[in-house]
């Protein structure tokens, strides 16, 4: 089984930037994608960035300019470089990896932008 621990969330007034880690443990095969989610109060949980194996990187529209997905293989870590950040990106992150024909969720962390 994979283990995904995140860390890296906190309260950041509106322009600020955070950096949020996702390192995976446990026995894994090969890592097809990592990405990170989002879910803010009352809505649905949202794809924000990936990065791909073969197919590289892709960012919804809301944090393209401003967010950065990179990944240490080596590590089995993740992370998502936020920069500028607005309020609307105040929700509870989350990153997955797919490995083989599995997805692993971590356990979630608050990103807080105040106005």
């Known amino acids: 089984q994979v283990q995904l621990v995140e860390s890296g969330g906190g309260l950041v007034q509106a322009g600020g930037s955070l950096r949020l880690s996702c390192a995976a443990s446990?026995?894994?095969?090969?890592?097809?994608?990592m990405a990170w989610y989002r879910q803010a109060p009352g809505k649905q949980r949202q794809l924000v960035a990936q990065?791909?194996?073969?197919?590289?990187?892709n960012y919804t529209d809301s944090v393209k300019g401003r967010f950065t997905i990179s990944r240490d293989t080596a590590k089995k870590t993740v992370y998502l470089q936020m920069n500028s950040l607005k309020p609307e990106d105040t929700a509870v992150y989350y990153c997955?990896?797919?490995?083989?024909?599995?997805?692993?969720w971590g356990q979630g962390t608050q990103v807080t932008v105040s106005s």
């Open positions: 997955k990896v797919r490995s083989g024909g599995s997805d692993y």
């Open positions: 990065i791909g194996i073969i197919s590289g990187t």
């Open positions: 446990g026995t894994i095969s090969l890592i097809y994608v």
